[in-house]
């Protein structure tokens, strides 16, 4: 998952991992595999979560792909 305000942080979730995402922090999630699927469990605390979701085109081109180094 790519995070930050211009997506310039990376974080690699691992099967059983918790991951939390502050409010109003952007964030994109991807599958780094093209084999396999990925399923994730999703709960949001905001009751208008459709309503609230901003979607930032700018920052597509920021994100490439995954760091080597992962």
Avoid at 38 to 67: F, G, M, W, Y
Wanted: net charge negative; charged share 15%.
């Amino acid at each position: 998952m790519w995070y930050g305000e211009q997506l310039e942080n990376h974080f690699l979730v691992n099967p059983g991992d918790f991951l939390y995402i502050p409010a109003d922090m952007p964030h994109l999630p991807y599958n780094p595999s093209s084999t396999e699927n990925c399923v994730a469990l999703i709960a949001r605390t905001d009751p208008n979560e459709q309503e609230s979701v901003v979607l930032l085109p700018h920052l597509d081109a920021k994100v490439l792909a995954p760091p080597a180094s992962e």
